[in-house]
């Protein structure tokens, strides 16, 4: 498992924001087709309707895993999912 270095951001005395919403590597891991590869007949805005659904339990993971490890600030497209997702982390000790 690779190491967080969050701490060493934190380490500078401002606030950290991490942005992971929906981003390729979430899609690498998860094994999502990545953004604008997909049948050539759809549309752009079909090809990107299905990204959310395609990157969404990675994103809730990485901003919990963020959040633990020091970061300020979330940037999401999927406010609801992740703000509730922090909220069990919360609950159930997860988080600092």
Same mark, same amino acid.
């Given at each position: 498992m690779k190491s967080c270095r969050l701490a060493e951001l934190e380490s500078l005395g401002v606030p950290v924001m991490v942005g992971p919403s929906r981003k390729r590597f979430i899609g690498? %891991?998860? @094994?999502?087709? #990545?953004v604008g590869i997909s049948d050539c007949r759809l549309s752009i805005v079909d090809r990107q309707s299905s990204?959310?659904?395609?990157r969404l339990?990675?994103?809730?993971?990485?901003?919990?895993l963020a959040a633990r490890n020091g970061a300020n600030?979330?940037? %999401?497209? @999927?406010?609801? #999912?992740?703000?509730r997702a922090l909220k069990l982390?919360?609950?159930?000790?997860l988080r600092n």
């Open positions: 690498a %891991v998860l @094994d999502a087709p #990545p990204i959310p659904g395609e339990e990675g994103t809730i993971a990485a901003c919990v600030v979330l940037r %999401v497209h @999927d406010v609801k #999912p992740v703000v982390a919360d609950a159930i000790g």
